[in-house]
């Protein structure tokens, strides 16, 4: 019986294909809004689902402010890392004037 070792101790597949299979992902950064007018920025590899997520109470600062609706989403980001970096510039904005022209202008550039 010929007995096969991982190639990384914490990634049973190996280091290099859980590297493959993450560089893989595409991450979007989203923002939703309820009735009553608060917004909520995330990031997810499946926009659809994670909204999904909010309105039927799995996440738990959303589950009782809803339902909510998208109102924007990015395009998609090769790094988890990028993703993050655009969720943060936009939740230091507070909403308000300096959030929608961020919105903006990562809208027309995407276009």
Not at 36 to 59: E, F, Q
Not at 67 to 86: H, I, M, N, V, Y
Request: charged share 25%.
């Amino acid at each position: 019986m010929v007995q096969i070792q991982a190639l990384h101790p914490i990634y049973p597949v190996g280091l290099i294909a859980y590297r493959f299979f993450c560089a893989r992902m595409a991450y979007q950064v989203y923002l939703i809004e309820n009735p009553a007018g608060r917004t909520y920025i995330g990031l997810s590899d499946d926009v659809s689902r994670r909204l999904r997520d909010h309105n039927d109470g799995v996440s738990k600062w959303t589950s009782s402010r809803g339902p909510w609706e998208l109102k924007w989403q990015s395009t998609p980001f090769d790094t988890l890392g990028e993703a993050r970096r655009l969720g943060n510039r936009l939740k230091r904005q507070k909403g308000g004037v300096g959030l929608q022209a961020l919105l903006d202008l990562f809208t027309n550039e995407s276009e």
